[in-house]
């Protein structure tokens, strides 16, 4: 079992900076990749960004990359997500997730956190 909490949400408004945290624990953590989904209401939860975390090899959506940048502390067993330049359609809820695999398929994904709110401003 791994347990995940994310922190880090909040409001900015366009232009500015957030950073999302991922803590985990729990049994063997280290062998899951992580990932960082999100939700606006209305639609599909969709991936955004996700991290092998033996071999640190990552992977994003299309619409983040250059802006988001996913990375890991191993002392603190987290993963932050690294938001610039955030635009009003980056508003949504930000899950962080736990699966074997570094894939953009939700389904794939086997422990998930609560969520934080992310509100950019226009």
């Known amino acids: 079992q791994v347990q995940l909490v994310e922190s880090g949400g909040g409001l900015v408004q366009a232009g500015g900076s957030l950073r999302l945290s991922c803590t985990a624990s729990?049994?063997?953590?280290?062998?899951?990749?992580r990932g960082w989904f999100r939700q606006a209401p209305g639609k599909e939860r969709e991936f955004v960004a996700a991290?092998?975390?033996?071999?640190?090899?990552?992977a994003y959506a299309d619409s983040v990359k250059g802006r988001f940048t996913i990375y890991r502390d191993n002392a603190k067993n987290t993963v932050y997500l690294q938001m610039n330049s955030l635009k009003p359609e980056d508003t949504a809820v930000y899950y962080c997730?736990?699966?074997?695999?570094?894939?953009?398929?939700?389904?794939?994904?086997?422990?998930w956190g609560q969520g934080t709110q992310v509100t950019v401003s226009s």
């Open positions: 729990g049994r063997a953590f280290s062998r899951y990749a």
């Open positions: 997730a736990a699966g074997l695999l570094v894939t953009p398929t939700r389904q794939a994904y086997d422990y």
């Open positions: 991290l092998d975390w033996s071999s640190s090899s990552t």
